[in-house]
C-alpha cells in the first residue's frame, strides 16, 4: 500500500466516524503517516501510542535484530517525544507501556515514574500498559 492510500484510508476512517487511532513505534512508518495526514485533524481523534520500543526501528529487519524494550527514564522520553514530533501534535491522549511481564519490580516502578513524568510534560494525558500473556491487567493512572 502505498503512503497516499494510506492517507485516503486513514481520513475515511474519521470520516466514517471512528475515533480512535492506536499506533507505536514499532509499526514500521505508521507515526509518520498518522501525523502527515491527520496531523492537521488532530482535535478530531484520540490518539494512543505506546513507549519502550526501539527507537527508530528498521523497517526491514535484519537477522539478529532484538526487538529489545528499554524502560529506562530517558529512553522513555526520547520515545515520547519521538513519537510527538512523528505524529506531529504536542500530546498524545493515551500512552502504553509495551512491556514483558517478566520485568522487575524496580524496572516497572521506574518505568511509571518517568510516564509520570511525561504526563507532568503535558504531552501525555493517560498511562496505560500493554502485556502478551494472559495475567494482563488495565492500570489508568
Known amino acids: 500500500m502505498s503512503e497516499?492510500?494510506?492517507g485516503e484510508i486513514l481520513n475515511l476512517v474519521l470520516d466514517s466516524g471512528i475515533n480512535l487511532i492506536d499506533t507505536s513505534i514499532e509499526y514500521g512508518m505508521s507515526e509518520a503517516v498518522i501525523?502527515?495526514?491527520?496531523?492537521?485533524?488532530?482535535?478530531?481523534?484520540?490518539?494512543?501510542?505506546?513507549?519502550?520500543?526501539p527507537l527508530d526501528p528498521p523497517a526491514a529487519p535484519a537477522d539478529g535484530y532484538t526487538n529489545?524494550?528499554?524502560?529506562?527514564?530517558?529512553?522513555?522520553?526520547a520515545g515520547?517525544?519521538?513519537?510527538?514530533?512523528?505524529?506531529?501534535?504536542d500530546y498524545?491522549?493515551?500512552l502504553q507501556l509495551h512491556m514483558s511481564p517478566s520485568l522487575s519490580t524496580?524496572?516497572?516502578?521506574?518505568?511509571?515514574?518517568?510516564?509520570?513524568?511525561?504526563?507532568?510534560?503535558?504531552?501525555?494525558r493517560t498511562c496505560d500498559r500493554?502485556?502478551?500473556?494472559?495475567?494482563?491487567k488495565r492500570t489508568w493512572v
Open 92 to 94: 498524545l491522549d493515551l
Open 4 to 6: 497516499d492510500q494510506a
Open 106 to 124: 524496580n524496572t516497572l516502578t521506574s518505568c511509571w515514574w518517568s510516564s509520570a513524568l511525561a504526563m507532568a510534560r503535558a504531552a501525555t
Open 35 to 53: 501525523g502527515k495526514f491527520l496531523g492537521p485533524r488532530r482535535g478530531e481523534y484520540f490518539l494512543a501510542t505506546k513507549c519502550g520500543c
Open 130 to 136: 500493554s502485556e502478551t500473556t494472559s495475567r494482563a
Open 68 to 77: 529489545q524494550h528499554v524502560f529506562t527514564r530517558e529512553h522513555i522520553i
Open 80 to 89: 515520547v517525544d519521538q513519537s510527538l514530533r512523528k505524529l506531529r501534535t
